[in-house]
């Protein structure tokens, strides 16, 4: 009955926004060997994380100009990965720019860097060593250590979300093996770590429905939506499946009215998931013995989503327990619309689970069967 979701990974903090080029090294030219070899290797900024792009100039011999033009000139990836194949074998000068840095600049440079014939290179280029951390400006080194710090702590909540994630994902497996009261005691502790995470509610919310932990279970219902509501970009999945719990939970504790509205509410909330939610709250009805409520749910879920063929019995079912006896003819009376809902229902599902009711039913208010009934997958 329930969607699977899953809290966000953050991101981590933007590193620093721009590295100030510095101004070009002079090197001393020196020949190249004979042969080629390979290099590779990864950018890493001041911060140690890796650069996401940028290119990576190799100078043979070194640099003597500004304007000098690479010998080969590699990509940087989405990982800060560069490398590069035949490349003649000497001493270079290795050069990150990135891709708005002007050509007479570096961000970085390493100068002596051998390549040999027939070997694969493997060269960093790490900004976070202390030799170019030296060559920042003051202004430079205190945004660096700002980030660091940013970074740190937004690591640190990763790593909590990660585990949260994890717990989520054993209290789904703990309900699915009907282990509830593991999946309570779970996120109960989860929720005491980061109480204003909706979805940990949620889940909470509906190991406790599963316990017949009602009041319980609808504070914590309605704790998730009141925080995901308040949330600057609400998740309306979220929030339309605690609503679709909280509908549950108020109607096994015999709030009808407080039910129905829950289930509006989610499926406002959730557009995309009324037809389903509106089914639920026609079973939840139909399974509390309200008959009325059952044919008003059922008509809220064949609006939202008319191929469901489950509303169409069920609301047959709640209207069949209102039929009358003629007592001249000893017919059965049944209420407008009952006929035509198990007709549907048959014509959705000939071969579903509640067909041979549906059926008999069908025949003892002597309706003819429809003969054009397809048989198709099992509702």
Request: no cysteine; proline share 6%; hydrophobic share 35%.
């Amino acid at each position: 009955m329930n969607k699977t979701y899953f809290l966000p990974r953050l991101a981590l903090a933007a590193l620093l926004a721009a590295l100030l080029p510095l101004a070009m090294f002079q090197a001393h030219a020196q020949t190249g060997a004979t042969g080629s070899g390979k290099v590779h290797g990864q950018v890493l900024n001041p911060t140690g994380a890796p650069m996401t792009s940028g290119n990576v100039s190799l100078y043979l011999g070194g640099m003597t100009s500004p304007n000098q033009e690479a010998k080969y000139t590699l990509p940087v990836d989405a990982n800060g990965n560069f490398k590069g194949d035949d490349v003649a074998a000497g001493t270079y000068t290795i050069v990150f720019r990135q891709l708005d840095t002007p050509k007479d600049k570096v961000v970085d440079q390493i100068d002596g860097v051998k390549i040999t014939a027939g070997q694969d290179t493997d060269q960093n280029i790490d900004m976070s060593r202390p030799e170019y951390i030296a060559k920042l400006t003051p202004e430079q080194r205190k945004a660096l250590e700002e980030t660091k710090e940013k970074n740190a702590s937004i690591l640190k909540e990763n790593a909590q979300i990660k585990n949260l994630n994890a717990d989520l994902n054993e209290a789904r497996q703990d309900r699915a093996s009907k282990n509830y009261t593991a999946a309570e005691t779970l996120m109960q502790k989860d929720v005491a770590i980061k109480p204003e995470e909706p979805l940990l509610w949620v889940e909470l919310g509906q190991a406790q429905l599963e316990l017949k932990q009602y009041p319980d279970a609808e504070t914590s219902l309605t704790k998730a939506i009141t925080l995901e509501q308040a949330a600057k970009k609400p998740n309306t999945d979220v929030e339309g499946a605690a609503g679709n719990a909280l509908g549950e939970t108020l109607a096994d504790e015999n709030k009808i009215p407080d039910s129905q509205a829950a289930y509006d509410a989610a499926a406002k909330a959730d557009p995309a998931q009324a037809g389903m939610f509106y089914q639920n709250e026609t079973i939840v009805m139909s399974r509390t013995g309200q008959t009325d409520a059952t044919v008003a749910a059922a008509d809220k879920a064949i609006a939202a989503d008319p191929t469901r063929p489950v509303p169409y019995y069920l609301k047959g079912q709640a209207l069949i327990n209102k039929a009358t006896v003629d007592p001249k003819t000893q017919k059965i009376i049944a209420p407008p619309g009952t006929q035509e809902a198990y007709q549907k229902y048959l014509e959705l599902a000939p071969n579903g689970p509640f067909s041979n009711d549906a059926k008999s039913v069908l025949a003892e208010l002597g309706q003819t069967q429809a003969t054009s009934y397809k048989a198709g997958k099992k509702h």
